[in-house]
C-alpha cells in the first residue's frame, strides 16, 4: 500500500501593524487635498479585489488607480469624465464602494498622521496538513470535478490541468478572462471553500510524480472498497448499470420519502431518454409534474452534481465508451445495432443523451460532434467536423450537374482518405439522402431526390415529342448533350436502372416505354418552369409541320427562316437529346415514328432538263413531304432516300429541292 507523503497548504492570513508600507500608495494619498480625520482599512483593498467587470478595471486601471484609497477621492463627475467610462461603469462602482460603506468624493486630511493604527496585509505562513478527501479532489482532472461547464472551459483556457491547479491563481486572474463570469468566479471560489481552500494557497510538496502517485492511491484504494461490492459484477447491460447507479445514488444522497426519490429518478429518466423513449424537455417535464421548469431544472442539476461525486463502478458503460470510440464517425441507428450484437444494451438510446451521461460518470471519451443530415443523426469526432461537411457538399453539389454519382467519386475527395472514414460509414452516409436508391447491385452507382437534376431534365426534353424510343438510340442520343460530364456517363444497363428509379417505365423488345413523363426524383420544371425552351420548341415545330424526317440543308433554312441562328443549329446538331441523326445529312426528332407517316407520303417525279428555281423564290409548304424519283432527259437516274417538304412556285405550281435548285414537278 502507498504511504501518503505529508502534504501541506501553506496559507496567507493578516496582521495588524502600526505603519504601511506601501510607498506608492502612500506617496498618491499624501498628493490628495484631505479633509476626513478617519482613514479605513478598507482603503488598501485593491480595486481587483472589487467584483467589478474588466472594462472598468481596464480604464480605472489606466488612470493609475490601482487601490480603493486612491478611487474613493474622485468625484461622480471626475470618474465620468475617464475615457471609456459611462453611467453603468459608475453605478457599478458606487454599488462595490457600498459594499464595504464607502462612496465617492472622499477627501482625506493631509496634516493628521494617516498610517496611525492602519491594518497591513502581510504574508504570515500557516501550515495545515490536509485530508484524503482534499486531496482526492485535489488530484482529479478539471473535467472530472463537478464544476458547471462554463467554469471548466474557463479554467482549461486558462492552464489548469487539475483541481489543484486552481489555488495558482488569483481573483483578479479569473476576471481578466473573457469567458468567466460572476457566477463562474463565484461557483469556483465555493469549490475551494467547501474544501477548507482559498484561491493563492501554495502546497508544499507538490510535483507531477505525487499527483500520480495519489492517482494511484485512491485507484487502488477505491478498487479494494468495490472488491466488497459483488452486486455490479453480475450486471451485463448498460441498462442495468445506470439503474443501478442512478438507485444508490438518490438513496445516498437524498433523506426524503421514497416519492420524491422516484419523482427524482423518473426526472432524470424522462430527461435523458432513457426508458426507451425520446428525451424529454423541461417543460414537457414539468407539465407532468405541475412545476415550473425551472424546477426540473434545479431538481435535474442537483442530481447530477451528486452523479458527479458519488463514484461508483461503470464496467458496462466504459466497455460501451471504447465500441464508440473506435466507431466513430457513425449513425445512431447504426450505434444502437452494433451495442445490441454485443450485448451490451437491450433498448435504443438516444446517444446524444449517451454521451451526456458519459460525461456526468467521468467515463473517458472524446469531444464529440453532432450533425443531423435529413432527420439522421451523425456521431463523429469534433475536428473531423468540416471534412463530413465538405464530403456531403460535393456530393450535393455534383448530383444536380450530372443526376447521378459515384462512390468512387466520394471516396477520391480529399476528406475521405486523409481522415480514414471507412467505407462501411460512407455508405451509410450516402444512404441517408432522402429518396435515395443504389442504381447498381454492386453499389457503385447513386441517385437520390434533388429539387433539379440535369439527366432528369433532358429525358423531360425528349418524353415531349413521344414516349416510345429505340432504346439505344435514346441513350445515345442523351449521353451527347456536352453538359453532362462523362466521367458521370453510365453503362446502358445502370442507365435503363436509373430510367427505372427516376420514371415510370417499361422495356420492350428494343424500346423504352415511359407510361408517365413526370418524374420521382426530381422536379419538372425545368429553367423558369419550362423543360422545353423556346428555340427548342421552334425546332419541334418545324419538325413537325415540315417532317418528321429532314435533310440538313432543308432543317436549316427552315430554323433560319424561324429566327434560329447558326449557333444555335450547331448546337442542336451536335448536343441536342430532341434532335436525331439519321445519316450524315438526315435528321428527325428522337422517337419519331416514321412508319404511318411514310404510308401516306406520294411518289412524284422531277426532270432535271427543265427550267430551275432559285431557293430563295420558293417558299416551303407545311405537311406536304415526298419521296422523289429524278429523271434525266426522260431517263430515270435514281429515288431519293428520304422524303422531302413540297415548295411552292410561282403561279400555284410545285417544285423540289435538289442540288441547290427548285425543280417543278412532272407528270
Given at each position: 500500500m502507498l504511504v501518503l507523503p505529508d502534504i501541506y497548504v501553506l496559507k496567507t492570513e493578516s496582521i495588524q501593524k502600526k505603519t504601511f508600507l506601501e510607498d506608492n500608495l502612500n506617496k498618491k494619498l499624501d498628493e490628495k487635498n484631505i479633509n476626513n480625520k478617519n482613514f479605513d482599512k478598507n482603503f488598501l483593498i485593491k480595486i481587483d479585489d472589487l467584483d467589478?467587470?474588466?472594462?472598468?478595471?481596464?480604464?480605472?486601471?489606466?488612470?493609475?488607480?490601482?487601490?480603493?484609497?486612491?478611487?474613493?477621492?474622485?468625484?461622480?463627475?471626475?470618474?465620468?469624465?475617464?475615457?471609456?467610462?459611462?453611467?453603468?461603469?459608475?453605478?457599478?462602482?458606487?454599488?462595490?464602494?457600498?459594499?464595504?460603506?464607502?462612496?465617492?468624493?472622499?477627501?482625506?486630511?493631509?496634516?493628521?498622521?494617516?498610517?496611525?493604527?492602519?491594518?497591513?496585509?502581510?504574508e504570515y505562513k500557516i501550515k495545515h496538513k490536509l485530508k484524503e478527501e482534499q486531496l482526492k479532489i485535489l488530484v482529479k482532472?478539471?473535467?472530472?470535478?463537478?464544476?458547471?461547464?462554463?467554469?471548466i472551459n474557463g479554467l482549461l483556457n486558462i492552464g489548469c490541468v487539475q483541481a489543484a491547479d486552481i489555488l495558482k491563481f488569483q481573483i483578479s486572474d479569473l476576471k481578466r478572462m473573457p469567458n468567466l463570469g460572476v457566477s463562474s468566479i463565484k461557483e469556483i471560489e465555493l469549490f475551494l471553500k467547501d474544501m477548507n481552500l482559498e484561491f493563492n494557497d501554495e502546497l508544499a510538496p507538490w510535483n507531477e510524480e505525487i499527483i500520480q502517485e495519489y492517482r494511484v492511491y485512491f485507484s487502488n484504494k477505491r478498487k479494494s472498497e468495490l472488491d466488497n461490492i459483488q452486486n455490479y459484477k453480475n450486471e451485463r447491460t448498460i441498462d442495468e448499470e445506470i439503474t443501478r447507479v442512478l438507485n444508490q445514488t438518490v438513496n445516498t444522497f437524498f433523506k426524503v420519502n421514497n416519492d420524491f426519490k422516484n419523482r427524482i429518478l423518473e426526472i432524470f429518466v424522462s430527461r435523458y431518454g432513457l426508458d426507451d423513449t425520446p428525451p424529454k424537455t423541461l417543460e414537457i417535464i414539468g407539465q407532468k409534474f405541475n412545476v415550473t421548469r425551472e424546477r426540473i431544472r434545479q431538481i435535474e442539476s442537483k442530481f447530477v452534481a451528486h452523479l458527479k461525486k458519488y463514484e461508483l463502478p461503470l464496467p458496462m458503460l466504459v466497455r460501451?465508451?471504447?465500441?464508440?470510440?473506435?466507431?466513430?464517425?457513425?449513425?445512431?441507428?447504426?450505434?444502437?445495432?452494433?451495442?445490441?450484437?454485443?450485448?451490451?444494451?437491450?433498448?435504443?438510446?438516444?446517444f446524444e443523451s449517451l454521451i451526456k451521461i458519459f460525461e456526468i460518470f467521468s467515463v473517458q471519451i472524446p469531444a464529440i460532434k453532432i450533425f443531423q443530415i435529413n432527420r439522421k443523426k451523425i456521431f463523429f469526432l469534433k475536428e473531423q467536423d468540416e471534412n463530413i461537411k465538405k464530403i456531403i457538399k460535393s456530393i450535393t453539389k455534383i448530383l444536380p450537374k450530372t443526376g447521378v454519382c459515384s462512390t468512387a467519386y466520394v471516396k477520391n475527395q480529399k476528406e475521405f482518405y486523409l481522415n480514414n472514414f471507412s467505407?462501411?460509414?460512407?455508405?451509410?452516409?450516402?444512404?441517408?439522402?432522402?429518396?435515395?436508391?443504389w442504381i447498381d447491385s454492386e453499389k457503385k452507382w447513386f441517385t437520390f431526390y434533388t429539387t433539379r437534376s440535369r439527366l432528369v431534365n433532358l429525358i423531360l426534353k425528349v418524353t415531349k415529342n413521344n414516349l416510345v424510343f429505340k432504346f439505344k438510340n435514346f441513350y445515345e442520343n442523351i449521353?451527347?448533350?456536352?453538359?453532362?460530364?462523362?466521367?458521370?456517363?453510365?453503362?446502358?444497363?445502370?442507365?435503363?436502372?436509373?430510367?427505372k428509379i427516376a420514371f415510370d417505365v417499361s422495356f420492350e423488345n428494343d424500346n423504352i416505354v415511359f407510361n408517365s413523363s413526370l418524374p420521382k426524383i426530381a422536379e419538372a420544371n425545368g429553367v423558369s418552369g419550362n423543360i422545353i425552351s423556346e428555340k427548342?420548341?421552334?425546332?419541334?415545330?418545324?419538325?413537325?409541320?415540315?417532317?418528321?424526317?429532314?435533310?440538313?440543308?432543308?432543317?436549316?433554312?427552315?430554323?433560319?427562316?424561324?429566327?434560329?441562328?447558326?449557333?444555335?443549329?450547331?448546337?442542336f446538331t451536335q448536343f441536342s437529346p430532341l434532335l436525331g441523326r439519321i445519316d450524315n445529312a438526315t435528321y428527325a426528332l428522337t422517337g419519331?415514328?416514321?412508319?404511318?407517316?411514310?404510308?401516306?407520303?406520294?411518289?412524284?417525279?422531277?426532270?432535271?432538263?427543265?427550267?430551275?428555281?432559285?431557293?430563295?423564290?420558293?417558299t416551303y409548304i407545311k405537311n406536304k413531304q415526298v419521296y422523289v424519283e429524278v429523271y434525266k432527259n426522260r431517263k430515270y437516274l435514281k429515288t431519293l432516300n428520304y422524303p422531302r417538304p413540297l415548295r411552292e412556285i410561282e403561279g400555284n405550281h410545285f417544285g423540289i429541292s435538289y442540288e441547290g435548285k427548285i425543280y417543278p414537278i412532272i407528270n
Open positions: 467589478l467587470p474588466i472594462r472598468v478595471l481596464n480604464f480605472l486601471k489606466t488612470e493609475n488607480i490601482n487601490y480603493v484609497g486612491e478611487l474613493i477621492q474622485y468625484t461622480e463627475k471626475d470618474i465620468l469624465s475617464f475615457p471609456n467610462s459611462g453611467r453603468k461603469s459608475l453605478q457599478e462602482i458606487k454599488y462595490e464602494l457600498s459594499q464595504i460603506n464607502l462612496t465617492l468624493g472622499i477627501k482625506l486630511d493631509k496634516e493628521r498622521d494617516l498610517y496611525k493604527n492602519i491594518e497591513e496585509v502581510a482532472e478539471i473535467r472530472n470535478t463537478n464544476l458547471s461547464q462554463r467554469s460501451a465508451s471504447k465500441i464508440i470510440i473506435n466507431k466513430l464517425p457513425f449513425f445512431e441507428k447504426e450505434m444502437n445495432e452494433i451495442l445490441k450484437k454485443e450485448k451490451i444494451i437491450e433498448q435504443n438510446y438516444d467505407d462501411d460509414f460512407i455508405l451509410l452516409l450516402i444512404e441517408s439522402f432522402p429518396m435515395f436508391s449521353y451527347k448533350n456536352y453538359r453532362l460530364d462523362k466521367n458521370f456517363k453510365l453503362s446502358e444497363n445502370n442507365f435503363k436502372a436509373f430510367c427548342e420548341k421552334i425546332l419541334i415545330s418545324v419538325f413537325r409541320d415540315y417532317g418528321p424526317i429532314l435533310i440538313y440543308e432543308d432543317m436549316v433554312n427552315l430554323l433560319l427562316i424561324n429566327g434560329i441562328t447558326n449557333a444555335h443549329i450547331l448546337q419519331s415514328n416514321f412508319s404511318e407517316t411514310n404510308k401516306l407520303v406520294k411518289t412524284i417525279k422531277i426532270e432535271l432538263t427543265t427550267r430551275s428555281f432559285p431557293l430563295s423564290q420558293c
